[in-house]
């Protein structure tokens, strides 16, 4: 089976129904000045209005420095905690956007728009539904 495959949803009838797609944004937290990086957040606001206005947007947002992360595993029934990001890497997670699109065309479209991806990595994952979660709030 396909990437492609795995990335749209069949309703009643054979029907396409749009799936959700996480789209991580990924950069090194050091690629943007300041003046840089207050810009990215007015187009990335700006990119959520659109994806409202079109349907297409569930929720978004920026994450704070990797330096604020705590790391949470558990072993043998401890928990034990870490201080700063799970690993060392050269692209940190800086954000994230959940959308609604028809296809993983559609995804890749929307992830171009992204401010980001000029500079990092927009990584697309379908969201898998399972039963039993809650009813997302509106």
């Given at each position: 089976?396909?990437?492609?495959?795995?990335s749209?949803?069949?309703?009643?009838?054979?029907?396409?129904?749009?799936?959700?797609?996480?789209l991580?944004?990924?950069?090194?937290?050091?690629?943007?000045?300041?003046?840089?990086?207050?810009?990215c957040?007015?187009?990335?606001?700006?990119?959520?209005?659109?994806?409202?206005?079109?349907?297409?947007?569930?929720?978004?947002?920026?994450?704070?420095?990797?330096?604020?992360?705590?790391?949470?595993?558990?072993?043998?029934?401890?928990?034990?905690?870490?201080?700063?990001?799970?690993?060392?890497?050269?692209?940190?997670?800086?954000?994230?956007?959940?959308?609604?699109?028809?296809?993983?065309?559609?995804?890749?479209?929307?992830?171009?728009?992204?401010?980001?991806?000029?500079?990092?990595?927009?990584?697309?994952?379908?969201?898998?539904?399972?039963?039993?979660?809650?009813?997302?709030?509106?």
């Amino acid at each position: 089976m396909s990437i492609r495959e795995l990335s749209v949803r069949l309703g009643s009838g054979g029907t396409l129904i749009n799936m959700k797609y996480m789209l991580l944004v990924y950069l090194d937290e050091h690629a943007l000045n300041e003046t840089e990086r207050e810009h990215c957040y007015v187009e990335s606001a700006q990119l959520a209005r659109d994806l409202s206005a079109s349907g297409k947007y569930l929720s978004a947002g920026p994450l704070h420095p990797v330096a604020t992360a705590t790391s949470v595993r558990v072993r043998n029934g401890k928990r034990l905690v870490t201080d700063g990001p799970f690993a060392e890497t050269r692209e940190q997670l800086g954000g994230y956007y959940l959308i609604d699109a028809k296809d993983l065309d559609d995804a890749m479209s929307i992830a171009e728009r992204i401010p980001v991806s000029k500079v990092g990595t927009i990584e697309i994952r379908p969201v898998l539904e399972i039963k039993g979660l809650p009813e997302q709030k509106t």
